[in-house]
């Protein structure tokens, strides 16, 4: 069973648009919910992460938005750049044990 | 923070043959893990690198297939034993510190079995 379903599997932007990937879980017990971003040949880097008491956590152009009630949270990349093309992936966590979203390839065109 | 070399950074190897990844971190951490990522897919947690004490497997992952060392808080390795081209994929070490929630992750191994 996928802990931490991701949306969309993939998605093209233009430059300077709006990127929005979306993730929903269903353990209550998470406490820590992580965005990594991943470049072809590269391990995923943590690039911002929120935890469940606030709502909202903003990180220059990328913001998290978290619904506690809808246990739903989505990452938004404002003015999207192509060197934003990446691969990104949800996590959410309790102390050490992570659970991935199957990944959002994005394409951020000129 | 924590850096995370990881080595090989790829491979292609025969069928049947196994293949021993290494894992070393620039500080000492509690707890060190390793997933596999397949070709478009997430990363899926194969065990929990324990010092001193057998690895902790995922459902799915048995020790014989991939055994698991781990001699101090600084150093891993993961062996892909008696390959086929089903474990081509990338396998990636990851650590996490006592107290911090964030995992840092290796630049990963991407094997190829032929």
């Known amino acids: 069973q996928q802990q931490v379903k991701q949306s969309p599997q993939s998605l093209i932007v233009q430059k300077g648009g709006i990127s929005i990937i979306n993730c929903a879980y269903e353990?209550?017990?998470?406490?820590?919910f992580p965005w990594y971003q991943q470049f072809p040949g590269k391990g995923p880097a943590l690039l911002i992460a929120?935890?469940?008491?606030?709502s909202e956590k903003k990180e220059g152009r990328f913001t998290i938005s978290f619904n506690k009630s809808a246990k739903q949270f989505s990452l938004h990349i404002m003015d999207s750049q192509p060197g934003d093309s990446a691969t990104y992936f949800c996590?959410?966590?309790?102390?050490?044990?992570?659970?991935f979203g199957t990944g959002t390839s994005l394409t951020v065109i000129p | 923070s924590a850096v995370i070399s990881q080595k090989p950074s790829r491979d292609i190897c025969q069928r049947g043959t196994s293949l021993t990844i290494q894992c070393q971190v620039d500080?000492?951490?509690?707890?060190m893990f390793w997933y596999r990522q397949q070709p478009g897919q997430s990363l899926t947690l194969i065990a929990t690198?324990?010092?001193?004490?057998?690895?902790?497997?995922e459902s799915g992952f048995v020790i014989d297939k991939f055994p698991i060392s781990r001699p101090n808080l600084t150093f891993s390795t993961l062996t892909v034993s008696n390959m086929s081209p089903e474990d081509s994929s990338i396998y990636l070490c990851?650590?996490?510190?006592?107290?911090?929630?964030?995992?840092?992750f290796g630049q990963g191994t991407r094997l190829t079995v032929v």
């Open positions: 996590a959410a966590s309790r102390g050490n044990q992570f659970y």
């Open positions: 690198a324990n010092q001193g004490s057998e690895a902790t497997y």
């Open positions: 929120i935890r469940p008491d606030v």
């Open positions: 990851s650590v996490a510190k006592q107290g911090n929630t964030e995992a840092f």
């Open positions: 500080s000492q951490v509690t707890m």
């Open positions: 353990n209550t017990a998470f406490d820590y």
